[in-house]
């Protein structure tokens, strides 16, 4: 289902028997507008109760509608619900952060979708594509629920999941997933994303639970200012959790982000977590909340900064060449894109939103020592310390 | 090592003592320069014996010289000797009918390489980009001989192959492999590729051996002539060794050339086979020398007739956009590609000249019922037999 935002449906549009006779997304929508325009809103409010009127204005806060029924995420102290709430926000936030950046003019498209099977949920994955300063950008939420297939039990034990062979399980992931992919090769890809698992047997008992996400950066020309501060952001919210945190996230995240074939990493790095999975799920999310609300300050000085920055032809097909390494890391490497193809029914236009809109490949170019071109590739064989 | 064929060294330079005095490579092509140009050969044939003169002349038919050393491979009836000598051939006879369509001049670049441990082997890469007609054109010979890894050993006992776990393997490949991908829009990119497995334990017994290869097409627009075509020339080079073999390898190459999570074919099929592990080798072999016979009639017929057609910027930009779709499959399903990152040490640069120059992603790109491009999806989803 596509929807476009409550601007698209006329300012003037606000009449109170839509919110009343159609069904429920259309009615929360139906309230939606009439918060924004109607005069009868007061009228509403003195005709409804307090938790639909809650539910109805939800939607209001986000890029639509939350996957999960909107009154059931209202106070609930659930951490299935909790997460729900935290990546529709964060979604909305960076969404409009990147639209105010977008000299075009061009807005996301919103496009709520839900699996074949309603009720095992879906998504809500926005897109900017072919802007002056975004040439793909995606900010994707997904809420799921569904069986287990066999072989993603596999990668589970692998990593070190008690999960006995000889029965069913069922997950719930509920995760934010961005990455933006800029036209100008001197403002860097970013990638970003936070996800929530819980893994049931099939009387309903919860065998584990976990976060797992992180950020990272991808320049195609090293700006240490940029990198320095983006990496500043993501240890400032670490930090707030103990000092251990950054020093460990951002090495996990020089071992995961590596294209083991070439032997470079993808970018200059960020941090990286999984399976993490403490007594106190509680100060987890917190934690994840903190890094999630580092992503605009880390990122979006970067992009004010280089947006208008000249670029010459060779620099983009620099950058073309580099997005090629960039689809290598996510189809052979990146475990999300594994975790989407081995999902069955997974909505593979989602999962790949992460791809580029154009990559190349040359056979065997290798830039010139001394060169910029030279000096980034050799900071993806090294990492370093930035902060 | 990168070789230029002779003509670079200039039709006059034709000095005796370099083939005497240099390394046995160099000898070789100094042997080469002789036998175009020299009046000196008389003397070298006088001179030299029987033995050394055919190996000398051998690299003469080749891209480069041989892999393994050239005297090895005379009238050797070992199995790696004639497919070494085979893909040799193979390589040679398809770029020159390739560089005999392309328009601008442009002539493949050969690139002559081996493993870090010399003794592993090698290959020799021939790549032509940015040509008139052909875009990115690969065609590549490896022959290699090296510890087979434990992910590898797990791979091959997944298709069968009984190797007891407690032992370590070596394993021996020699094969050619190509893809092209031209500029026009009208000329389908195809693939082929025919190998030779060897795999011995520790006290060089061997285990196993196997032949595997295929060729298919992968159009951007459907011309049931082309495809047509292109199956009959498999077909009777399949003929040849039983009815049943082009059935049944046409199917699985339906099968085993599916992006999987789009429900969709990379293209329109061809042939497509694995562990050909007969009683009799002699026979499996010529049976993949015939089909790698079928390549040119197959294939080169269709790019000299659509290469001039006409094509706007629409086209274009599907054809980018069909291969995304190849990146795809190639880097999360292919099993040549899979076998290359999951090689210790793999050339990674040979393995993905399998890749298009330039690909492209959008979200959700859906061609309009009734158009050339709706009729080529729907083709991708559902195989038909064309012979």
Redesign the interface.
């Known amino acids: 289902m596509r929807f476009s935002r409550f601007v698209a449906f006329g300012k003037n549009f606000c009449c109170l028997s839509a919110a009343v006779t159609v069904s429920k997304f259309d009615r929360l929508y139906a309230f939606r507008l009439l918060h924004q325009n109607c005069r009868l809103w007061r009228a509403v409010v003195s005709s409804t109760s307090l938790p639909v009127l809650l539910a109805a204005a939800l939607p209001l806060k986000f890029m639509a509608p939350p996957i999960t029924d909107a009154e059931q995420l209202l106070d609930n102290p659930d951490m299935k619900a909790k997460m729900e709430l935290l990546i529709l926000r964060i979604q909305k936030e960076f969404c409009e952060s990147l639209e105010a950046e977008e000299t075009s003019g061009k807005k996301f498209?919103i496009?709520r979708w839900r699996r074949q099977n309603e009720e095992e949920g879906g998504g809500i994955?926005c897109?900017l594509?072919g802007g002056e300063v975004l040439e793909?950008a995606?900010v994707n939420i997904t809420v799921m629920r569904a069986p287990l297939s066999p072989k993603l039990q596999e990668s589970m034990r692998a990593r070190g999941k008690t999960l006995p062979a000889d029965k069913n399980f069922e997950f719930f992931a509920a995760g934010v997933s961005s990455v933006i992919h800029p036209r100008n090769p001197h403002v860097p890809t970013m990638h970003f994303n936070f996800r929530y698992f819980e893994v049931q047997d099939q009387h309903g008992q919860n065998k584990h639970s976990w976060f797992g996400g992180g950020a990272d950066l991808t320049p195609y020309y090293l700006n240490t200012q940029d990198v320095v501060q983006f990496h500043a952001a993501l240890k400032s919210a670490c930090d707030k959790h103990g000092p251990d945190k950054y020093p460990l996230f951002k090495r996990s995240c020089d071992e995961y982000f590596l294209n083991?074939?070439?032997g470079e990493r993808r970018g200059v790095g960020g941090i990286f977590f999984d399976d993490m999975e403490s007594p106190n799920p509680d100060s987890d999310f917190n934690f994840v909340r903190d890094c999630a609300d580092a992503i605009i300050p880390s990122y979006l000085p970067i992009v004010r900064r280089r947006k208008h920055e000249a670029f010459t032809a060779e620099q983009r097909e620099w950058q073309?060449l580099r997005r090629?390494r960039y689809?290598?890391f996510n189809?052979?490497y990146d475990r999300g894109t594994k975790f989407?193809?081995a999902t069955p029914g997974?909505r593979?236009?989602s999962?790949?939103?992460s791809?580029?809109?154009?990559?190349?490949?040359?056979?065997?170019h290798d830039p010139q020592p001394g060169s910029p071109e030279y000096t980034l590739t050799d900071v993806l064989k090294n990492p370093r310390d930035w902060v």
């Open positions: 498209s496009d994955t897109v594509e793909r995606g083991a074939a070439r073309l090629g689809v290598e189809l052979v989407g193809f997974a593979i236009e999962v790949l939103v791809l580029p809109l154009t990559a190349k490949w040359l056979y065997k």
